[in-house]
T-cell receptor, first 115, second 112 residues
Framework: DAGVIQSPRHEVTEMGQEVTLRCKPI?????LFWYRQTMMRGLELLIY????????DSGMPEDRFSAKMPNASFSTLKIQPSEPRDSAVYFC?????????????FGPGTRLTVL | RKEVEQDPGPFNVPEGATVAFNCTYS??????FFWYRQDCRKEPKLLMS???SGNEDGRFTAQLNRASQYISLLIRDSKLSDSATYLC?????????????FGDGTTLTVKP
């Protein structure tokens, strides 16, 4: 089975540019999560979807961040315009809420550097 | 107060040592508990779930104390390959559709 797939794995961009991160969850999973991880702040939940619907976006830093999940197999996280403080590793994770234990499976992450 | 709290460490132990990590959580309605492991520059991966009766997987033992609202992870006969950050995860599936709360992690370094 393929795990969670994220692209790109690395992204280097200049301040002010638009950045789009992509995620394909594990087939059959109905919850999808976007996290950001930095040394200073640890692992932060940005937003999560259940059955393609955003449930909690309270972790999204500001209006520059937006996320979509047009179907069960694809999600994007967009930053526009990007700033140097957005530099971090962005993880996508998915889980199935049909079981008792909602284990999350993480993708390999996108390492974003904004110059 | 954070919803999930862990001692950040770092824990530096020699090979073969036994080391224990604790994690406390604030939401008494929490129902699912996990330990994840994260290697440097990698994604978090599930190490083990934590059940009310406690559970063991080889050298790893996880325990849950609902009354005191903490979970623990015990690593026996530690190996160099156990060096990683260990994340405590708490979930309440009834109130949040699959949302888990992660601790900030405890860093373990096992030395020769």
């Amino acid at each position: 089975d393929a795990g969670v797939i994220q692209s790109p794995r690395h992204e280097v961009t200049e301040m002010g540019q638009e950045v789009t991160l992509r995620c394909k969850p594990i087939s059959g999973h109905n919850s999808l999560f976007w996290y950001r991880q930095t040394m200073m702040r640890g692992l932060e939940l940005l937003i999560y979807f259940n059955n393609n619907v955003p449930i909690d976006d309270s972790g999204m830093p500001e209006d520059r961040f937006s996320a979509k999940m047009p179907n069960a197999s694809f999600s994007t996280l967009k930053i526009q315009p990007s700033e140097p403080r957005d530099s971090a590793v962005y993880f996508c994770a998915s889980s199935s809420t049909s079981g008792r234990h909602d284990t999350q499976y993480f993708g390999p992450g996108t390492r974003l550097t904004v110059l | 107060r954070k919803e999930v709290e862990q001692d950040p460490g770092p824990f530096n132990v020699p090979e073969g040592a036994t080391v224990a990590f604790n994690c406390t959580y604030s939401n008494s309605a929490s129902q699912s508990f996990f330990w994840y492991r994260q290697d440097c520059r990698k994604e978090p991966k599930l190490l083990m779930s934590v059940y009310s009766s406690g559970n063991e997987d080889g050298r790893f033992t996880a325990q849950l104390n609902r009354a005191s609202q903490y979970i623990s992870l015990l690593i026996r006969d530690s190996k160099l390959s156990d060096s990683a950050t260990y994340l405590c995860v708490v979930n309440n599936p009834n109130t949040n559709a699959g949302k888990s709360t992660f601790g900030d992690g405890t860093t373990l370094t096992v030395k020769p």
